[in-house]
């Protein structure tokens, strides 16, 4: 079974730091890799598909790259609403979730 | 309005059975995969299964094959998802979850019920 890991598990950023989530796959998933950001006491809301596709209405800061095994989630300029649990998903015939990484503002 | 409306918190003891229902609106019932996630308190999200509005076919994890049950009613838009045997680390919010594909399962998400808290204990 392919497993998710993401890192780190939490990081603090201040208000307009670049901050960058990574998200690993233990085998080749090619760009089946979807990023999700739940804010405190909220639902998931799907923020990126197919590593780097932004879904409507999701503000350009965010961006997703890699392929393969590897992925990453960036936030180029951290907002106090940005503060959430971000989790990557990958969904090629199956799903298995990475354990989320905590943002928090410093 | 789009949106997925699930059933209120459950507390049930070791052993039991609950059966969670998600009522879809706004949208094609029988268009979209419906499936069901878990967290447990603290925790990350976890694949149970899914349920074909259209056909009714289901496929569940592994882990779940033995005590979960997913089913629908096409006439009331709804879908069910039944655990039987839990236990109290099956205490968790459950969520039914809409794949994004029409008449296609693409395995992730773009319409999430408010979830549903089973407590065992």
């Known amino acids: 079974d392919i497993q998710m890991t993401q890192s780190p598990s939490s990081l603090s950023a201040s208000v307009g730091d670049r901050v960058t989530i990574s998200c690993r796959a233990s085998q080749d998933i090619t760009n089946y890799l979807a990023w999700y950001q739940q804010k405190p006491g909220n639902v998931p809301e799907l923020l990126i598909s197919a590593a780097s596709t932004l879904q409507t209405g999701v503000p350009s800061r965010f961006s997703g790259s890699g392929s393969g095994t590897d992925f990453t989630l960036t936030i180029s300029s951290l907002q106090p609403e940005d503060v959430a649990t971000y989790y990557c998903?990958?969904?090629?015939?199956?799903?298995?979730f990475g354990p989320g990484t905590k943002v928090n503002i410093k | 309005q789009v949106q997925l409306v699930q059933s209120g918190a459950e507390v049930k003891g070791p052993g039991a059975s609950v059966k969670v229902s998600c009522k879809a609106s706004g949208y094609t019932f029988t268009g979209y995969y419906m499936h069901w996630l878990r967290q447990a308190p603290g925790q990350g999200l976890e694949w149970m299964g899914w349920?074909?509005?259209?056909?009714?076919?289901?496929k569940y994890a592994q882990k779940f094959h033995d005590r979960v049950t997913m089913t629908r009613d096409t006439s009331i838009t709804t879908v069910y998802m039944e655990m039987s045997r839990l236990r109290s680390d099956d205490t968790a919010v459950y969520y039914c979850v809409r794949d994004v594909g029409n008449w296609n399962n693409y395995w992730y998400f773009d319409l999430w019920g408010r979830g549903t808290l089973v407590t065992v204990s």
């Open positions: 998903q990958r969904y090629n015939s199956a799903v298995t």
């Open positions: 349920v074909d509005p259209n056909s009714g076919g289901t």
